[in-house]
Nanobody
Framework: QVQLVESGGGLVQAGGSLRLSCAAS????????MGWFRQAPGKEREFVAT????????DYADSVKGRFTISRDNAKNTLYLQMNSLKPEDTAVYLC?????????WGQGTQVTVSS
């Protein structure tokens, strides 16, 4: 089972940037597709971005396209999310997820708060 630990969240003003990290315990990290989801209070969990096992393919929610960049370092078993031009509506708990062969694993999440 993959254990995922997110970090890098915090409080930032609108227009600012944050970089989230997700450290994975699994040495086979490079065989997992990885992604980021977020959940705001009172709202359903929503997709943010995903990246293939090799990093060669990425996909983004329309709401973050052009502002967020997902990347991974398979040598460090780490997933990243660079978030620029942050907006108050980006405020949420951001969760890292690993997916392989129909099995999906989740981290505990890291809080991102964007003030106006």
């Amino acid at each position: 089972q993959v254990q995922l630990v997110e970090s890098g969240g915090g409080l930032v003003q609108a227009g600012g940037s944050l970089r989230l990290s997700c450290a994975a315990s699994e040495r086979a990290f490079s065989t997992y597709a990885m992604g980021w989801f977020r959940q705001a209070p009172g709202k359903e969990r929503e997709f943010v971005a995903t990246i293939s096992w090799s990093g060669g393919s990425t996909d983004y929610a329309d709401s973050v396209k052009g502002r967020f960049t997902i990347s991974r370092d398979n040598a460090k078993n780490t997933l990243y999310l660079q978030m620029n031009s942050l907006k108050p509506e980006d405020t949420a708990v951001y969760l890292c997820t690993a997916n392989r062969a129909g099995n999906r694993y989740w981290g505990q999440g890291t809080q991102v708060t964007v003030s106006s």
